[in-house]
């Protein structure tokens, strides 16, 4: 599994966009990444997923360069209900159970 | 409608009790898990069933022990209770068991041993 590397914490303000970036070194080539969504007190979400270059949907966007060895999930205007633990994924297509990190706490304030 | 429920929602009981947890997908989910978050926070897969059958068995106790009756539902079984099993058991399914595709998660079911 390959192996994924986050910042621990980010703070923001409201209306703000946030940008987290993951680092994949040893991703393969059937290899996809994820971003997960946690709230106190609930199970992960899914968010977004990607193989390469951007991905868009109603929530975020996720860039991806053409190494692939990197990939930043960005979060237009947040609000202080997107105040969440943030996880970062790399999934073989061939299929496997998700392997979490520690994620990035994300802290929104007024 | 809730996607993936899981019972009970807490947990209190004694070291050495037997108890179990419950989940249900109401999604047509092929694939449902069992993970379990600790308290630092790790979420971490404990076991995968696919069509009812068995196919992720991580380095688990074999005091737990899930049962699928039906492919919408993956009980989890867990005998003599240790302290160490204090955490957060999150039931999840998705689609099939490729990789590309979104699990779904419940809500949890917060065990605490006393």
């Known amino acids: 599994l390959a192996k994924t590397t986050q910042p621990i914490s980010m703070d923001s303000y409201e209306g703000q966009e946030v940008n987290i970036t993951c680092s994949h070194n040893?991703?393969?080539?059937?290899?996809?990444i994820t971003w997960y969504q946690q709230f106190p007190s609930q199970g992960p979400r899914f968010i977004i997923q990607?193989?390469?270059t951007k991905v868009t949907n109603e929530v975020a966007s996720l860039f991806i360069p053409a190494d692939r060895k990197s990939s930043t999930l960005s979060l237009p205007r947040v609000s202080l209900s997107d105040t969440a633990v943030y996880y970062c994924?790399?999934?073989?297509?061939?299929?496997?159970?998700?392997?979490f990190g520690k994620g990035t706490s994300l802290l929104v304030t007024p | 409608d809730t996607a993936v429920s899981q019972t009970p929602k807490y947990l209190v009981t004694q070291m050495g009790n037997d108890k179990s947890i419950k989940c249900e997908q109401n999604?047509?989910?092929?694939?449902m898990y069992w993970y379990k978050q600790d308290s630092k926070k790790f979420l971490k897969i404990m076991f995968s069933?696919?069509?009812?059958?068995?196919?992720i068995n991580e380095t688990v106790p074999n005091r737990f022990s899930p049962k699928s009756p039906d492919k919408a539902h993956l009980n989890l079984h867990i005998n003599s209770l240790e302290l160490g099993d204090s955490a957060v058991y999150f039931c999840?399914?998705?689609?099939?068991?490729?990789?590309?595709?979104?699990?779904?998660f419940g809500d949890g079911t917060r065990l605490s041993i006393l």
């Open positions: 999840a399914s998705s689609q099939d068991f490729s990789g590309n595709q979104p699990q779904h």
């Open positions: 040893n991703i393969a080539t059937n290899d996809y």
């Open positions: 990607g193989y390469k």
């Open positions: 994924l790399v999934i073989s297509n061939s299929g496997y159970a998700l392997n």
């Open positions: 999604l047509g989910h092929d694939t």
């Open positions: 069933y696919n069509n009812k059958e068995l196919i």
